[in-house]
């Protein structure tokens, strides 16, 4: 039988040093993990298992707000929404008709149906648990995905970076109520980074505050980004951006950069 190879294990605690060196992050950096098998969730050490009905959102804050490591099944979720977003739940014909959002984020069945066959959604069947955790803390290593949350100058930043070799455009998009979608269900199905606009779901229940976005990538792609935000940062392109001034001679400013190329 041929042996299969190991995940690669990263530095975490180098990982969010550079980060919040970089960035100034107020939030703590976090990794989400799923399991095939409940046992191997729970075998994760010091994690918290709720005692009670949850939001994912409010799971997730728990390690991004209050530095917890915390694990769950399907049961321990809200509803089939929740669940079907990270495939603890399937995304059956019921699950797509979106009755419950009729007349309440949607005019109609059809809109409804539309917003949820346009979510991002990890497929059903393959995993029975999810545990987060600070990054920092090393239980997770390597987690499938790492999230990122972050004001929109930080957030820029953290983009260029990644966009500093290997140039891509990114395209994300926005589905609206259950943007969770494009955050970690679209990060974890397609293990691509991805952006998203919290939606009022994850700013009521999770405690996101206004404003924060939040990205959500597999780590890799996070030493990707470092790397291309140290070089920038030596290019005096870096975090706080200082504004310059609406109204002063711009070449003075813009020369540091260019006025050798």
């Not at 990982?15 to 729970?42: C, H, P, Q, S, Y």
């Not at 199905?189 to 924060?212: H, I, N, Q």
Request: charged content about 20%; hydrophobic content about 40%.
């Amino acid at each position: 039988m041929q042996q299969q190879t190991p995940p690669e294990q990263f530095d975490l605690a180098a990982i969010v040093a550079d980060l919040n060196n970089l960035l100034r992050l107020k939030t703590t950096v976090i990794g989400i993990k799923m399991f095939a098998r409940v046992e191997e969730m729970e075998a994760i050490p010091k994690i918290r298992r709720p005692s009670a009905v949850h939001t994912t959102d409010q799971i997730v804050s728990m390690a991004s707000r209050l530095g917890w490591t915390v694990g769950i099944t399907g049961d321990d979720l809200v509803g089939a929404q929740c669940r079907a977003v990270i495939g603890l739940a399937p995304q059956d014909e019921k699950w797509l008709a979106g009755e419950n959002y009729v007349g309440v984020w949607h005019g109609t069945a059809e809109d409804a149906r539309k917003r949820q066959e346009a979510l991002d959604v990890v497929p059903y069947g393959r995993y029975q648990a999810m545990a987060v955790s600070p990054l920092t803390s090393g239980r997770l290593n390597p987690p499938d995905i790492c999230l990122v949350y972050a004001t929109p100058g930080q957030m820029i930043i953290l983009i260029n970076g990644l966009q500093y070799t290997g140039y891509k455009k990114f395209e994300w998009g926005v589905v609206g109520e259950t943007a969770c979608a494009d955050s970690w269900g679209r990060a974890l199905k397609t293990g691509e980074p991805s952006l998203s606009l919290p939606c009022f779901a994850e700013r009521r229940y999770g405690g996101v505050p206004d404003e924060e976005m939040l990205m959500a990538l597999p780590p890799a792609y996070l030493v990707k980004a470092i790397a291309g935000m140290k070089q920038l940062a030596k290019n005096g392109l870096r975090y706080p951006i200082a504004p310059y001034g609406i109204q002063a001679d711009v070449r003075a400013g813009m020369g540091v950069s260019y006025a050798k190329k």
